[in-house]
């Protein structure tokens, strides 16, 4: 999978069961960036362009960008939607009989009901799925509110329900210790899902495979973990020349 930005010159070659960093330097930079890459994913207009097997795909279908960690929402309107059909089709695959005498059951009950008032009641079933599944208040169970658990689960839903490909987390590191990260990465990979973590600053990211940084003069920095090993930190940026581009 490609994230490709002409205008920034950014060419991120995002690969399954990697993990690929994105380092912004410069704040002007960051706004920027973030920005638009956040809108596109909310279905508005961009310079981002996604691609997976040279075929262009649409950045709102199939990235989640993870801004904080706080608001996750596993139960989030598109989550529910996209549950509320899957529940519709099982239900119309294996379980029509059980729906009908149930609707059968409710308008004999509305009938015996509608007896007793005062007034001329008339009452049908022209109820979607979906509306039962709200009257019913049909959501995922959340299992845990530990943090990390918080975040497998969304991916995991996010995945799986909502088809989401690509997930963009923003200094999402900073709120791990080494142990969490570790766990985290390795989580990512198993889900076979591609990732992207973009960070303000450098910093010492162990368990990382490629790391792309926009440093102050805004060069292109393009790095495997190997190479970014073997590099003292404090003298960073003077020993990259021979990898701008």
Not at 92 to 108: D, G, H, N, P, T
Not at 114 to 135: G, H, R
Not at 161 to 187: A, D, P, T
């Amino acid at each position: 999978m490609k994230l490709v930005n002409v205008k920034y010159n950014l060419n991120i070659d995002i690969k399954e069961n990697e993990i690929t960093v994105l380092i912004l330097e410069k704040p002007e930079i960051r706004y920027q960036i973030v920005k638009e890459l956040y809108c596109q994913g909310l279905g508005l207009d961009g310079s981002f362009v996604l691609s997976e097997n040279d075929k262009i795909q649409k950045l709102s279908q199939k990235m989640e960008f993870i801004l904080e960690p706080f608001s996750l929402d596993e139960n989030g309107r598109k989550v529910l939607l996209q549950l509320y059909q899957e529940m519709e089709l099982c239900c119309e695959e294996e379980f029509i009989e059980e729906k009908a005498e149930i609707s059968a059951k409710i308008l004999e009950l509305m009938e015996k009901i509608s007896i007793k008032m005062p007034y001329n009641i008339t009452s049908s079933i022209d109820v979607s799925f979906a509306e039962l599944c709200k009257i019913y208040n049909v959501k995922l169970e959340s299992e845990s509110d530990s943090f990390m658990d918080k975040m497998v689960s969304y991916i995991q839903v996010m995945s799986q329900l909502c088809g989401r490909r690509l997930f963009c987390f923003l200094n999402i590191s900073h709120y791990m210790n080494e142990e969490q990260w570790k766990y985290f990465v390795e989580y990512i990979k198993y889900q076979k899902v591609y990732a992207l973590f973009i960070e303000f600053h450098q910093s010492d990211m162990k368990y990382v495979d490629t790391v792309c940084i926009v440093d102050a003069d805004y060069c292109i920095i393009d790095l495997n973990y190997s190479d970014l090993q073997h590099l003292p930190s404090d003298k960073f940026g003077e020993n990259l020349k021979e990898f701008e581009v």
